[in-house]
């Protein structure tokens, strides 16, 4: 079984810019996390969505958007870079969302380095 | 609001020797709690999970946690520790629903050979 798949594995960009970071979920996993992993800051959640719907959204500014297709797979967004977005960028999926007893199955992240 | 604290940034333990790695939570309503491992480089994998039941839980490669209600702690332990679990440690509650995962920030566990 293929495990969640992120790509690219790395991005440099520069502030200002557009970063795109894509996510596919485990084969019949429905639900889709995003996480933001910088330095000494643990896991910091940005944004869940389950069968298309966004179902949740951590304390991040709009810049920080996203969308789940219909095949599940995942896109995260960021806009308007700043230097502090630098950061790995985890993926996650699960079985049906709401189902409390499911853990979350992570991709091995995006990179992103702000110039 | 619901959190997670993971009060000690590193744990060192001698090959051989039992080790703890100490959470505690705060939730609304019952806990739902998660062990994950962070090798360098990778993402996160899943160790083990309390939903109900036995408060010991057993899961991967030999690591066990046990529930404590009272305490609002869901510590994860194994009998003998390894050179290979050397690695970054979180622990995750959830509320029910579509609440979402909170991490604590990890406990980085160094296994001394």
């Known amino acids: 079984e293929a495990g969640v798949t992120q790509s690219p594995t790395h991005l440099i960009k520069t502030r200002g810019q557009q970063a795109t970071l894509r996510c596919s979920p485990i084969?019949?996993?429905?639900?889709v996390y995003w996480y933001q992993q910088a330095l000494g800051l643990g896991l910091q959640f940005l944004l869940w969505y389950d069968e298309g719907e966004e179902r949740n959204r951590g304390n991040f500014p709009p810049r920080f958007s996203g969308r789940q297709f219909p095949n599940y797979s995942s896109e995260l967004n960021v806009n308007a870079l700043e230097l502090e977005d630098s950061a790995l960028y985890l993926c996650?999926?699960?079985?049906?969302?709401?189902?409390?007893?499911?853990?979350?199955?992570f991709g091995d992240g995006t990179r992103l380095s702000i110039l | 609001a619901q959190s997670v604290a993971q009060p000690e940034d590193q744990v060192n333990v001698a090959e051989g020797n039992p080790l703890t790695v100490k959470c505690t939570y705060s939730v609304s309503g019952n806990p739902y709690l998660f062990w994950y491992v962070q090798y360098p480089n990778r993402g996160l994998q899943f160790l083990l999970k309390?939903?109900?039941?036995?408060?010991l839980v057993k899961g991967s490669y030999g690591f066990e946690a046990e529930f404590n209600k009272s305490q609002t702690s869901f510590h994860l332990k194994k009998p003998s520790a390894l050179v290979s679990d050397s690695a970054l440690y979180f622990c995750?509650?959830?509320?029910?629903?579509?609440?979402?995962?909170?991490f604590g920030i990890g406990t980085k566990l160094q296994v001394i050979p």
């Open positions: 084969s019949g996993h429905t639900s």
């Open positions: 309390y939903i109900t039941g036995d408060n």
């Open positions: 996650a999926s699960s079985l049906v969302g709401g189902q409390v007893n499911q853990p979350q199955h």
């Open positions: 995750a509650v959830r509320g029910g629903g579509y609440q979402k995962v909170t």
